[in-house]
């Protein structure tokens, strides 16, 4: 009832066992459908973070107000089904705060034990910021949490309850783990207030924070026009503050959310608002100005060209203890593709196969010698047909014909260059 009809699935079925038929015709499948979203369980064995895997773990993101088609919505609802449970989001105004927040409902949901996604908006400017702010405040909760569990095992805890505590202290940092100490520990300090067998006012207020005793994942969105722009002064900074936050960013190559004005990740040639003559300078290489840190985990991604990597990048940025980046290539309504959004993931591979957009990790905990790692392959050549297939160039051969040839050859040129520095990059990286 909620589908968009964007037609990806027929497109990117790997068995074309899909096709589309109207809603009216297909009512009756309505039950059965309702049963198997409140019957059919979980199953665990078959859930783990790789391609396959992850489609078998419940979405926490679901019907969004989002354009058909879109790609930001296919990354958010991956991260959810890796992080959901335990993700905190910081979202930039955006596209993906206008599908992701539309207000009267929430895209966003809950699994069965009643957790999901906690989400908020701040503002364009200064969302890593604020996002930075949800980790720091947690931390503060979870030190006085373990400060007052230390005092309840001093103040004299009976075996369970020493046990439970202990094993808390000793898993909270990590992920899964400290998922299932927090509800031994929950289940204990709930049993001594009911006995009455222990600090009560204590073990009260440790339950006071119960929510914050699992460790959380804590994720900043936005689009380009905040990353690249008016939210990088911010961006950089928390990005050098080493903390532990992943930020991803949906990369349109323009600020779709407010009718497409350039951004510094727009491309040469690109026709936008403020570059309707097809912009003239090369896109920003904010992975490259991320790496540069050394400690702050980058990678480029493209779901439709190679999803396998895209799972590596989400898990290994969310494993890093430190600021994670991953920059998503995302076919969008404005760049005006030819045959439509249904073709959103095949753009992103023919994207990547003509070398318009490169898939990289750079991993600060990777040891000597392993931590570059140039995903795709070297450029297939086919990059004018490429162009030529987005509205977002093709408009300017009929505006300024001559300008775009000259403007494309740079882009083409510019891709060239890039790849080449890319190579060399690994081959740094190998003796580094
Ligand atoms: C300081 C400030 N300037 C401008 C705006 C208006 N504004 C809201 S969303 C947006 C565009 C966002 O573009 P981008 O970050 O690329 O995300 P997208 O919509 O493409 O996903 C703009 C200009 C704002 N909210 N705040």
């Known amino acids: 009832l909620d589908c968009m009809g964007c037609n990806v699935c027929v497109v990117q ?54 354009c058909a088609g879109c790609a930001q919505t296919a990354y958010a609802r991956l991260v959810t089904q890796l992080f959901g449970d335990r993700m905190y989001i910081s979202n930039a105004t955006g596209c993906s705060s206008i599908w992701g927040g539309p207000a009267a409902t929430s895209p966003y949901t809950v699994n069965k034990e009643g957790r999901g996604p906690a989400w908020a908006n701040s503002l364009f400017e200064d969302n890593a910021e604020h996002g930075l702010g949800m980790l720091l405040g947690q931390n503060a909760v979870r030190e006085k949490l373990v400060a007052e569990t230390e005092q309840l095992l001093e103040s004299g805890a009976d075996d369970a309850l020493a046990s439970a505590a202990n094993a808390w202290l000793d898993e909270r940092d990590k992920a899964e783990e400290s998922k299932a100490a927090a509800d031994g520990y929950v289940a204990e300090l709930e049993r001594v207030i009911a006995q009455g067998v222990a600090d009560v006012d204590l073990a009260k207020s440790i339950l006071a924070d119960k929510d914050y005793l699992a460790k959380k994942s804590i994720w900043i969105f936005g689009g380009d026009g905040w990353a690249y722009d008016i939210g990088y002064g911010g961006l950089d900074h928390v990005l050098a503050s080493g903390e532990d936050v992943n930020v991803f960013v949906f990369d349109t190559e323009v600020y779709s959310n407010t009718g497409g004005q350039a951004s510094k990740a727009s491309n040469i040639g690109q026709v936008a608002q403020f570059a309707a003559a097809g912009k003239d300078i090369k896109k920003k290489s904010l992975a490259e100005i991320a790496i540069a840190y050394g400690y702050v ?13 895209l799972m590596k990048a989400i898990t290994e940025a969310e494993a890093y203890p430190g600021p994670s980046l991953i920059i998503g290539y995302s076919p969008c309504e404005m760049h005006a593709i030819k045959g439509g959004m249904a073709n959103c993931m095949v753009e992103m591979e023919k994207a990547v196969d003509c070398g318009y957009w490169n898939l990289y990790r750079y991993n600060p905990a990777a040891p000597a010698g392993k931590k570059f790692t140039l995903d795709s392959k070297e450029p297939k050549g086919g990059y004018q047909e490429f162009l030529m297939n987005e509205a977002r160039y093709s408009r300017l051969t009929r505006e300024f014909p001559g300008r775009a040839e000259e403007l494309f050859e740079q882009n083409e040129r510019a891709a060239v260059d890039r790849y080449e520095h890319l190579v060399k990059l690994k081959e740094l990286y190998a003796d580094a």
């Open 297 to 309: 985990y980058v990678a480029q991604v493209a779901m439709g060209a190679k999803p396998a990597q």
């Open 13 to 66: 079925c790997p068995t074309n066992s899909l096709s589309m038929a109207p809603a009216e015709g297909e009512l009756a499948q309505q039950e059965v459908f309702d049963y198997c979203v409140a019957e059919v369980s979980d199953k665990p064995e078959i859930q783990d973070a790789t391609v396959k895997g992850s489609q078998f773990k419940q979405p926490l993101l679901e019907f969004s107000g989002a």
